[in-house]
């Protein structure tokens, strides 16, 4: 993935709260054949030896057929995105030199993706996954509420995926190159929009600005 240094993002801790954040990752796998590709909810799992990703995909989905030995993959979870005016930006009222971008947030994880045709272990992930969303309901629903045999049952039409981690990277693009000026008519800007994509961007760039003080390069001419 292509990242310029301004806004690449290497610690570890920043990219798994995002990836729980974000949850849904669009699953890539190449062969010679094709791709093939699933958009699923992956549930991150660290320890101090490794790093792993954990999913499943419906059994009618051929992705896991091609993944009954560990294969070269990625997912890549795409979070909050936002076109950019450079009317909010305090460089267009001085010199009108500056043309729009696009803000985002992508988190890439790239390891060896294999099937998993457990039953104790897609039941364990199920749990973990329903227990992830619904732990913060005032009455979270659990896997058990619903019948045995009719979640036994539905077990049957899913597969198990999981990747062993091998990078994890991710890109913050939110004009850390720009002066501040440009950043905070940005977040005004974005803040005052209807989209809540673009509001969610604003509040990333203003935890930015206030955990790490955010340089502009030499020219604020890139795009």
Not at 103 to 116: D, H, R
Not at 132 to 154: I, K, V
């Amino acid at each position: 993935m292509y990242i310029p240094k301004q806004f690449q993002e290497n610690r570890i801790d920043r990219l798994a709260e995002a990836i729980r954040d974000i949850e849904l990752a669009t699953v890539v796998t190449c062969l010679e054949q094709g791709y093939y590709t699933s958009h699923i909810p992956m549930i991150l799992k660290r320890s101090s030896e490794r790093t792993s990703l954990e999913g499943h995909v419906a059994r009618a989905n051929n992705h896991w057929t091609v993944l009954r030995q560990p294969t070269p993959s990625i997912a890549v979870f795409m979070g909050p995105q936002a076109y950019i005016s450079p009317s909010w930006y305090e460089t267009k009222r001085e010199h009108g030199r500056v043309v729009p971008t696009w803000n985002y947030l992508v988190v890439q994880a790239e390891g060896e993706l294999t099937s998993v045709e457990d039953t104790e272990w897609l039941m364990a992930h199920l749990n973990d996954l329903t227990n992830l969303n619904e732990g913060e309901r005032q009455e979270p629903w659990h896997l058990t509420d619903a019948p045995h045999d009719f979640t036994e049952g539905l077990s049957h039409a899913i597969v198990g995926v999981r990747m062993e981690v091998r990078n994890l990277i991710g890109c913050w693009k939110m004009i850390q190159h720009r002066t501040e000026g440009d950043r905070s008519g940005t977040i005004v800007g974005l803040l005052n929009s209807n989209d809540l994509g673009s509001r969610e961007v604003a509040k990333i760039m203003q935890v930015s600005r206030a955990t790490q003080v955010l340089e502009p390069t030499k020219t604020t001419r890139r795009h």
